[in-house]
């Protein structure tokens, strides 16, 4: 089930797309660990195709078709040298699509808010979850700037912005225009 994002409209796809091909330009854009050689050469494409015209739903399903992912990959096992093979987590094109597009559409929308002056996004929940954790209910309703978030973002590619938000994928959690 897709996030609902509150402020998905033209003019966010727009930001997003341009924040898409900056990324794309200087190599800064989020592969995954899971992406077979295919799904990194078509990754950009279906992101691009998403955010002009999709969803993170749309664009899981896509990765998931023509081996775009890997079946299995491999570990180091804890506290030892020693690698593991394992099968790769069937939830693994949801997490990549909803984290990545969530990441892409908040951009986004802080570039709209920043462009008409609005001086905060609030954070809601999008998705509802059977078990929210209390790290994100916490969060819901928070106030965020748009040109510290949009800053946070652009710098912690691959990994959780420092602002912890949106905190990830499974969170359900994305912002909106107050």
Same mark, same amino acid.
């Given at each position: 089930? %897709?996030?609902?994002?509150?402020? =998905? ?19 800064? !854009? /989020?592969?995954? $660990?899971?992406? @077979? ?8 494409? =279906?992101?691009?195709? $998403?955010?002009? @015209? ?5 664009? $899981?399903?896509? !990765? ?21 093979? /394992? ?6 094109? #949801?997490?990549?699509?909803?984290? #990545?597009?969530?990441?892409? /559409? ?12 609005? %001086?905060? !996004? ?13 790290? @994100? ?12 978030? =949009?800053?946070? !973002? ?7 912005? $420092?602002?912890?938000?949106? %905190? ?11």
């Amino acid at each position: 089930m %897709p996030l609902h994002y509150q402020n =998905l409209d033209s003019e966010t796809r727009r930001y997003m797309i341009d924040k898409i091909k900056q990324d794309i330009a200087v190599t800064n !854009l /989020y592969m995954g $660990a899971f992406l @077979s050689e295919t799904g990194k050469s078509d990754w950009p494409k =279906l992101l691009l195709n $998403a955010a002009t @015209s999709g969803d993170d739903s749309a664009l $899981a399903t896509e !990765l998931s078709n023509y081996g775009r992912l890997l079946q299995t990959a491999v570990r180091r096992k804890p506290k030892s040298e020693e690698l593991t093979t /394992y099968k790769v987590p069937v939830m693994a094109p #949801e997490m990549l699509a909803e984290g #990545e597009f969530n990441r892409f /559409y908040a951009r986004g929308l802080c570039r709209v808010a920043i462009e008409k002056g609005i %001086p905060y !996004l609030v954070v809601y929940r999008a998705k509802q979850v059977a078990k929210p954790r209390s790290e @994100s209910e916490a969060k819901i309703g928070l106030q965020v700037d748009p040109k510290q978030l =949009l800053r946070d !973002l652009r710098i912690s590619t691959g990994v959780e912005p $420092a602002l912890g938000i949106p %905190p990830g994928p499974n969170s359900g959690l994305s912002v909106r225009l107050p």
